[in-house]
């Protein structure tokens, strides 16, 4: 499927690792860990990023965006809602 393939090679691009068994890395983005040089949003080091650029006034455009957040409906799909 174009779809797929699409997004496999824009996704591969970032995300090397191993596949889960019997599942092929093509055929998955689900939950992939980041690349080494990427920090959790969510790990302390994140959230001290997010203070120190709240803090700093450098995340005005921030909440505006995240309030049009919403999470996948169909996993299969990686296009914005």
Known sequence: ML?????????GRFW????PAGVSVNQTL???PLPP???EF??????QLF???L??????GYFRLAE????????EFCGLG
């Open 68 to 75: 049009q957040f919403h999470t996948q409906a169909e996993p």
């Open 16 to 19: 090397r690792v191993d596949s």
């Open 55 to 60: 803090a700093a006034g450098g995340l005005d």
């Open 3 to 11: 779809h797929d393939r699409i997004c496999g090679e824009i996704f």
């Open 42 to 47: 969510s790990s302390a080091a994140g959230r």
């Open 30 to 32: 689900y939950r992939r």
């Open 51 to 53: 203070a120190e650029a």
């Open 37 to 39: 040089d990427a920090t």
